[in-house]
């Protein structure tokens, strides 16, 4: 059976009609039968998906770890003096490493219950620092099986690597053109003239995510890479602003990562 991917119903659809499990089939079943929907579907059937489950728990762990050491960096804030003067100036690893080592010993109560607390957020802080660890061992070898090419580009990082195979999928055939593949990290700027000014705007849609990939690779190489340097120097001297070229840089960098995916197979 041939499959289609189909994006959410039109939100005037939804204000006029309302929204239910029949109306979006329906609406679904139109899209793909009109050929508005025609975009193949993505695979979960190889190392991508395997990527992309790791990433996951890698990414919850990294949300959950800096929610940990900001609430002690609070609780340092908020401690008695002895604590306060002992933590306030350390960095996160020595706040972690010391705060986990900590034996609080009975005595004031608030003192002894504030010890105890960064005791135990400084071994969650320590066990999610783990958990990143073993996950990255496991995300390594498949990122450097599946798209050796992509890593070696200038300013790509297994994290960022790792998104942009996750965005393009296991198939990446199913995008037809390095065009489709900006659309889809939404870094295609969207033609927003009137009149006698000729200009293009931000694009919101697509793969956020993917986006914020390609913002951050767009950053590292605008601080050490001369080409991209040059660039930028260029463009600032034609009278552009700064987040104007970098999403200028962002459809090049999507451009030049669109072939190594495609060569991933």
């Known amino acids: 059976m041939t499959v289609v991917e189909v994006n959410r119903s039109d939100r005037q659809a939804r204000r006029r009609h309302g929204k ?12 793909a039968q009109s050929g508005r929907a025609a975009g193949a579907a993505k695979g979960r059937d190889g190392m991508v998906e395997a990527i992309r489950t790791l990433m996951v728990v890698r990414r919850s762990a990294r ?7 900001n609430q002690m960096r609070a609780l340092v804030a908020t401690a008695p003096d002895d604590l306060r003067a002992r933590f306030a100036h350390h960095t996160t690893i020595s706040l972690v490493r010391e705060a986990a080592a900590m034996r609080p010993r009975a005595g004031d109560t608030v003192g002894y219950a504030t010890r105890i607390a960064l005791r135990e957020l400084g071994r969650r802080a320590h066990y999610l620092g783990d958990q990143i660890k073993l996950v990255d ?19 790509v990082g297994p994290d960022t690597a ?17 065009a489709a593949w900006a659309h889809l990290c939404g870094s295609a700027p969207i033609p927003a003239s009137s009149g006698k000014i000729t200009r293009r705007r931000l694009n919101p849609a697509g793969d956020r995510q993917a986006n914020h990939a390609l913002w951050r690779i767009v950053l590292s190489r605008m601080s050490f890479e001369p080409r991209t340097r040059a660039y930028v120097q260029r463009r600032s001297d034609e009278g552009l602003s700064k987040p104007e070229i970098i999403r200028c840089l962002k459809r090049y960098v999507a451009r030049e990562v669109y072939p190594h995916l495609r060569r991933a197979d």
């Open 20 to 31: 239910s499990d029949p109306l979006d089939a329906v609406s679904a079943a139109r899209a």
């Open 63 to 69: 949300r959950d770890r800096t929610a940990t050491i």
């Open 137 to 155: 061992a496991r995300i390594a070898p498949l990122l450097a099986a599946r798209a050796p090419a992509l890593l070696a580009l200038p300013g």
């Open 162 to 178: 790792a998104i942009l195979l996750i965005a393009a999928g296991d198939h990446p055939d199913r995008l037809r053109s390095e």
